[in-house]
């Protein structure tokens, strides 16, 4: 079941090491001059500012280490992150798919539903045919019409937005059309004018040494790796790629051990000639 895959990985997540493990996001905003003994930003940065707040994006703004005799500096950083009310209102505006919790949805369904008419029913499990649970890695659109607990949540979190969620929701709401007639930010665009110098998720430092620990095991083969936490931190598409690097070295041991007698011959014999 997810809780069982989840839960080590959860728990290395509440591991705080500084500010920035509280927040999802960061900014980093050229400083463009100095007035007053102060830093001053563009004002196409301070309008970046503006939006995020329309956006109600939770702001931390810091300055970065001084490298200038006079104490200034040349960046800011701004570390941003969403309120979950904010999140919830958004992955309801998008219909986020978010996966299902298997035991709360075997309730629904067995139970069924008299005022729309629809009769409750069990689905069997077959492990002969598939070792999933009929219930389990189910998605299902979020709405906030339907009850909350449906959603399926690490261990000890009371909503499911676990990191990996927060992330995608963030990114996506980043670029969002914000109210007050302001246009949305085009992340990419910004980047090649110079008007931001990053914009970066920001690392999970205890999630992140569990999967070093996880991941880099010498004894571990690569079909062997945690191919969920993979995923957990750093996406779909690059769990889905060391999925398949692992499938794809499962079968290649197949010509490996084929070829085996033959560079034995081939040593023994100290032919190494290639035919004509």
């Given at each position: 079941?997810?809780?069982?895959?989840?839960?080590?990985?959860?728990?290395?997540?509440n591991i705080q090491n500084d500010k920035a493990d509280d927040y999802d996001y960061c900014l980093v905003l050229p400083v463009v001059s100095f007035e007053n003994n102060q830093e001053q930003l563009s004002k196409e940065a301070l309008k970046c500012i503006t939006t995020l707040r329309l956006l109600k994006f939770e702001l931390f703004p810091y300055k970065a280490l001084s490298v200038r005799d006079d104490g200034l500096t040349d960046e800011i950083f701004v570390l941003l992150r969403a309120p979950y009310d904010k999140?919830?209102?958004?992955?309801?505006?998008?219909?986020?798919?978010?996966?299902?919790d298997p035991e709360v949805l075997q309730q629904l369904v067995e139970r069924g539903n008299e005022a729309e008419n629809i009769k409750g029913f069990?689905?069997?499990h077959r492990p002969d045919v598939v070792k999933y649970q009929p219930y389990e890695y189910i998605y299902g659109e979020f709405s906030m019409k339907l009850p909350y607990e449906l959603y399926w949540k690490e261990q000890g979190d009371e909503n499911p937005f676990r990191d990996y969620e927060r992330l995608k929701l963030t990114s996506l709401l980043l670029e969002s059309k914000p109210p007050g007639g302001y246009d949305p930010l085009d992340i990419a665009k910004l980047l090649?004018?110079?008007?931001?110098?990053?914009?970066?998720?920001?690392?999970?430092?205890?999630?992140?040494?569990y999967l070093f620990e996880e991941w880099l095991d010498m004894?571990?083969?690569?079909?062997?790796?945690?191919?969920y936490h993979v995923r957990e931190y750093f996406g779909e598409k690059v769990g889905l790629y060391f999925v398949f690097l692992g499938h794809y070295s499962l079968?290649?041991?197949?010509?490996?051990?084929?070829?085996?007698p033959f560079q034995l011959a081939v040593i023994i014999t100290g032919d190494f000639s290639l035919s004509a």
């Open positions: 079941m997810p809780a069982k895959v989840y839960d080590s990985f959860h728990q290395a997540s999140l919830r209102e958004f992955a309801d505006q998008i219909a986020n798919k978010m996966l299902l069990k689905i069997a090649k004018t110079e008007v931001i110098k990053g914009c970066f998720p920001l690392t999970n430092r205890g999630k992140s040494k004894y571990k083969l690569p079909w062997q790796s945690p191919f079968w290649l041991c197949i010509p490996a051990f084929i070829g085996i």
